[in-house]
């Protein structure tokens, strides 16, 4: 499980806010799968409402660093692009096989991982260009 820190703090209350929304989002994909097989209508409103979520955070969070003329827009742009493109892989596969554990499990561990290095690597840099 992710547990959002004051290490992931971008300095913004409401792109921190969604990253939290996020990763509440990854850890309750992770409690679905150790329990018992989730539903296909479960697991399709989770990934709906993931893949819609972070298109809608992707953009504010681009604004808020496009406004500060954050250093780190250019590189948060691309690192958003390439996310999504592997989240479009995740659905045609979704939409093919169906909720196989496997599959779910792929993309808890790829989002877990993608989001925690992202904020620490790129969003982070935020904090200091509101501050100036
Ligand atoms: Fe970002």
């Avoid at 948060?76 to 692009?81: D, S, V």
Wanted: aromatic share 8%; proline share 5%.
């Amino acid at each position: 499980m992710l547990t959002w820190s004051e290490q992931f703090a971008t300095g913004s209350p409401l792109v921190d806010t969604q990253h939290r929304m996020l990763i509440e989002k990854i850890n309750h994909l992770e409690r679905l799968l150790s329990g018992p097989p989730p539903s296909k209508a479960i697991c399709d409103e989770l990934i709906n409402f993931l893949g819609s979520y972070v298109v809608t955070h992707f953009k504010f969070e681009e604004q808020c660093m496009e406004r500060a003329r954050c250093p780190a827009h250019e590189k948060n742009k691309q690192a958003h692009t390439a996310f999504l493109a592997l989240f479009g892989k995740f659905k045609e596969r979704y939409a093919a096989e169906g909720p196989k554990p496997e599959l779910l499990r792929n993309l808890q561990t790829a989002a877990s991982d993608w989001i925690k290095s992202h904020i620490l690597s790129v969003d982070i840099q935020l904090k200091a260009c509101l501050k100036s």
